[in-house]
């Protein structure tokens, strides 16, 4: 049987089918197999806790001082107890050397002293994170303490376009007086959630509530008394604070919903890296006087301002709160809360 010819038509067509189904692309190089992304790694709080010891290879940790003062175990609070410790000089180059100028500290010392502190403590930020947008989803005029205010709700909105299966958007309000005729100081708090505040709330009686928040202006009326504006950073938007969460938020994120390196970051450094990210927006913000952004926090928020400080230049001062051992306290100073606890 006699095969047949190929007409211009049938050619064409075959041709189509070529370049549709065979993996080449038009350089004649076979084209790389597309991969699904792997779905994020789901670790309990206990079982992330566990592979960070066996990563370590730590057995188990010490048992921490009890509050207990009769327990054998009891924490110190005498400070004839304590004993003596030494603290590098942070004027003092590693070699020995003395600072002799300013330029000396921001090229020099405090490069060793972030190295340290991204190394043994709180993990080094990516090189490369993620690009913010930040929307301004409300706008609302009201009173607070008869004083008249523009809020403006906002909502950064990670690039998540590397690893789409993760979704972060980061919360934030900013209150400004509404009669103000130029740009405004800002004091940002890393503060609860409007769901967290709510539920704390219903577990108190009416009389411990009046009690707890006191019959003084709140801090947000002592700062509009003065003419600046306040902004509330939801920490919790962008990483959760606990083991659980580590391979989602701004980490997971980053890690493409893998789970955390040794000397990857943590809760802390994630939330001063939003702190940042919240300083871009003021900065393009007119009502705003982004060189005079402070940044507050309470407790376990007051080691992230701490952390926010310490890390980005940008803010202008710090009022930070109970912070405690990991905070502004000193790590090996064996009195009070100690880091096992």
């Known amino acids: 049987m006699r095969a047949q010819r190929l007409t211009p038509w049938s050619y064409c067509q075959f041709l189509l089918v070529l370049i549709m189904f065979c993996p080449f692309d038009v350089s004649g190089q076979a084209s790389p197999a597309v991969t699904p992304l792997s779905p994020p790694v789901h670790l309990t709080a206990e079982q992330d806790h566990k592979r960070i010891m066996d990563l370590l290879h730590i057995a188990a ?7 207990n003062p009769r327990s054998p175990n009891a924490a110190n609070f005498d400070e004839s107890k304590v004993a003596p410790y030494h603290l590098p000089d942070p004027l003092r180059l590693k070699n020995g050397k003395e600072l002799k100028s300013a330029k000396d500290w921001w090229t020099l010392r405090r490069p060793e002293i972030v190295e340290d502190f991204d190394r043994e403590i709180f993990g080094g930020v990516p090189k490369n994170t993620p690009r913010v947008n930040w929307e301004v989803t409300s706008v609302t005029r009201e009173d607070n ?20 299966l993760i979704t972060v958007d980061i919360q934030m309000s900013l209150t400004v007086p509404d009669n103000a005729t130029g740009p405004v100081p800002v004091i940002m708090e890393f503060g609860l959630s409007p769901e967290i505040l709510a539920a704390i709330r219903k577990r108190f009686t009416e009389a411990q509530w009046a ?3 006191g019959k003084g202006p709140t801090w947000q009326q002592q700062v509009l008394a003065k003419g600046w504006g306040y902004a509330i950073l939801i920490p919790t938007s962008v990483q959760a604070d606990n083991g659980e969460g580590l391979t989602q938020g701004i980490i997971g994120l980053v890690n493409k919903g893998q789970p955390r390196k040794l000397d990857d970051w943590g809760a802390l450094q994630a939330w001063a890296w939003a702190a940042s990210r919240a ?4 900065e393009t913000d007119k009502s705003v006087d982004a060189k005079q952004v402070g940044i507050e926090g309470l407790s ?6 701490l952390v926010a400080m310490a890390y980005e230049p940008r803010l202008a001062i710090a009022f930070v709160g109970s912070s405690g051992e990991g905070g502004a306290k000193i790590l090996r100073r064996k009195f009070g809360e100690q880091v096992d606890s």
């Not at 940790?61 to 509050?67: E, K, M, T």
């Not at 300083?279 to 003021?282: E, G, S, V």
């Not at 376990?300 to 301002?305: F, I, L, V």
């Open 61 to 67: 940790l010490r048992r921490g001082p009890d509050g």
């Open 300 to 305: 376990r928020y007051g080691k992230a301002a």
């Open 211 to 213: 009690s707890f928040v």
């Open 279 to 282: 300083l871009d927006y003021f």
């Open 145 to 164: 303490a008869s004083v008249p205010v523009i809020t403006k709700k906002l909502v950064g909105h990670v690039d998540n376009s590397a690893y789409p």
